[in-house]
């Protein structure tokens, strides 16, 4: 993979520098006290993590701006509910009415973002460093496919199910549509099968590397991508394979 701005080829994946710029580091302590009854020995063990500038900068996509907007709503119910406390009942009773508010309001921005966290991932696992000019740049599927670490972590509060829930979304309700397909459509095709295994072809669309919501949905407009729920498989279809043998 070459660098776009400086032609380098000294170039990893965003994920690939974060993994290698990042450390976990242990600290153990040990100290004696003394008073004039008594003695005795303590421990102690504190941990964290070390990341250079350049992985800090390639680090992944997190969802910590939802949790702190729940906190911030517990908190709200919390103040507000003080007011009203008048005994241990009301005391815990605000104190679940707090959690209650917190934990639907992480729910509902976890549902309502699930789609947006999704592209931010997938952009993510296309996104390369260049060592020599540090350069961040999106290679395109096709390029960037066989060259990812496998499988890519899911963000924070976004799992595997969720990846493949949106395209499966994508193939049977399509929101891109086209009437014929370009280049960018059929080099998607082929990378989808590329990846593809077994009669009929059938692949993740998930791993190694999330496949662009765009392409998935156009190639399903087009009749050449489908999705059968009873199995949760994704799968070429005939007309799909005939495009590519040029039939």
């Given amino acids: ?12 994946s ?16 040990r100290g004696s006290w003394f008073s004039t009854r008594s003695w005795g020995i303590s421990s102690g063990q504190s941990s964290g993590q070390r990341m250079s500038t350049v992985a800090a900068a390639n680090q992944p996509p997190s969802s910590d701006g939802e949790a702190m907007i729940a906190a911030v709503v517990m908190l709200l119910v ?39 966290r999704a592209a931010e991932h997938e952009r993510y696992a296309r996104t390369w460093y260049c060592r020599q000019c540090g350069t961040r740049f999106e290679a395109d ?23 493949r829930a949106v395209r499966a979304a994508r193939v049977v309700n399509p929101m891109q549509r086209a009437r014929l397909p370009t280049d960018r459509d059929l080099a998607g ?28 949905s156009r190639l399903a407009s087009l009749g050449y991508l489908t999705y059968d729920a009873k199995d949760d ?9 005939n495009k590519l043998q040029g039939k």
């Fill in 189 to 216: 095709l082929q990378s989808i099968f590329d990846r593809s295994t077994g009669d009929p072809l059938t692949f993740d669309p998930c791993r190694p590397v999330p496949i662009d919501l765009g392409i998935m």
């Fill in 233 to 241: 498989s994704f799968r070429i279809t005939p007309t799909g394979r």
């Fill in 141 to 163: 599927l096709q390029q960037a496919n066989g060259h990812l670490p496998s499988p890519l972590p899911a963000p924070n509060g976004w799992g595997l199910s969720d990846c």
């Fill in 14 to 29: 965003s994920y690939a520098v974060f993994q290698q710029g990042t450390s976990t580091w242990t600290s153990r302590s």
């Fill in 78 to 116: 919390i103040f507000v509910g003080v007011a009203w406390v008048d005994s241990i009942g009301t005391f815990f009773l605000v104190g679940l009415l707090a959690m209650l508010a917190g934990g639907v309001t992480m729910a509902g921005l976890t549902n309502l973002t699930r789609e947006s």
């Fill in 1 to 12: 993979m070459r660098c776009p701005n400086c032609g380098s080829s000294r170039t990893q």
